[in-house]
């Protein structure tokens, strides 16, 4: 992979940060009887929540439920860690992901008309991400691949320039500053698909 593009791939730097703490506190939430699909389930109902306030003109409300939704999002991988990781909570995170990312942008979609173009186009660059993402992890299943950049997985998670932090960080910016929404969308969506086209790279590379 070009290494000029690392800079980007936020998650994989952050991670050697965040585990350390993010562990602890899940073993604790474990050893409390609290499972990572209580985390998932109740960080994406935090999520959605936060794109409803969104679309309802809250958006501080919104950012805080945003940022409530990731880190939940972090601690229900930790507390799997800690206890038991099963391939169907693996399967619910995901789609919680998945289901989240796609909802912020819709919540701006419905604030306000003049945001429901760049709204979808960013959905649709979301979906294509997506779709290469299990794509390669499909394949890398298939082939035994592993990989622990992103910390251990229930299925194989691969690169890309843009990953959950950088999309967070864009949700972030959009909720601070709701007029540029369209150009943050247009730029953002771009990003995502240069991402497929990066990740195709790979497939081409690896699934030889």
């Given at each position: 992979?070009?290494?000029?593009?690392?800079?980007?791939?936020?998650?994989?730097?952050?991670?050697?940060?965040?585990?350390?703490?993010?562990?602890?506190?899940?073993?604790?939430?474990?050893?409390?009887?609290?499972?990572a699909n209580?985390?998932?389930?109740?960080?994406?109902?935090?999520?959605?929540?936060?794109?409803?306030?969104?679309a309802l003109g809250h958006i501080w409300l919104g950012l805080a439920l945003i940022v409530a939704n990731r880190v939940l999002d972090g601690l229900d991988g930790a507390v799997a860690r800690a206890s038991e990781p099963t391939l169907l909570g693996?399967?619910?995170?995901?789609?919680?992901?998945?289901?989240?990312?796609?909802?912020?942008?819709?919540?701006?979609?419905?604030?306000?008309?003049?945001?429901?173009?760049?709204?979808?186009?960013?959905?649709?660059s979301f979906v294509l991400t997506g779709v290469s993402f299990l794509a390669f992890a499909v394949v890398a299943a298939e082939r035994g691949e592993e990989t622990e950049a992103h910390g251990k997985k229930?299925?194989?998670?691969?690169?890309?320039?843009?990953?959950?932090?950088?999309?967070?960080?864009?949700?972030?910016?959009?909720?601070?500053?709701?007029?540029?929404?369209?150009?943050?969308?247009?730029i953002y969506a771009g990003l995502c698909v240069l991402t497929v086209f990066q990740r195709s790279a790979m497939a081409i590379s690896t699934f030889r």
């Open positions: 992979m070009d290494r000029s593009s690392d800079f980007l791939m936020l998650d994989v730097k952050l991670r050697p940060l965040i585990d350390p703490p993010l562990s602890a506190v899940g073993r604790a939430l474990a050893g409390a009887g609290i499972s209580m985390l998932t389930f109740t960080g994406l109902a935090l999520g959605l929540g936060g794109a409803a306030a969104i693996g399967y619910f995170d995901i789609v919680a992901d998945f289901a989240f990312y796609v909802s912020v942008p819709l919540g701006f979609g419905i604030l306000a008309s003049e945001n429901t173009l760049p709204a979808l186009v960013l959905v649709a229930s299925f194989f998670y691969s690169t890309g320039l843009a990953e959950g932090t950088e999309t967070i960080a864009v949700f972030i910016a959009m909720c601070l500053f709701p007029a540029y929404f369209a150009m943050i969308a247009y």
